[in-house]
């Protein structure tokens, strides 16, 4: 199988498709575990919410967002 690339502005370096998926991945199991952890889910928000001046409503979207992002744009890894 071809590796794809994709490219970003000169002077900067490629970024191979299996790094983005592998980051994407990562952050999505991040927040999986973040959310997992001690901290009750409000605090975190309520962390965040002030810390950002951000509404806590979008602060719990993005946490949704970032929590689905692997699910969302990678299929399943096939078992070999």
Do not use: C, F, H, W
Not at 31 to 58: C, F, H, P, Q, W
């Amino acid at each position: 199988m071809a590796k794809a690339i994709v490219k970003q502005k000169e002077g900067k370096p490629e970024v191979t498709v299996e790094v983005l998926a592998q980051s994407i991945a990562e952050i999505s199991k991040g927040m999986k575990a973040l959310r997992k952890g001690r901290l009750k889910e409000k605090t975190l928000i309520l962390l965040i919410s002030t810390a950002a001046g951000v509404n806590k409503g979008d602060v719990q979207a993005v946490l949704t967002a970032l929590e689905s992002l692997e699910s969302i744009y990678l299929k399943p890894e096939e078992k070999a």
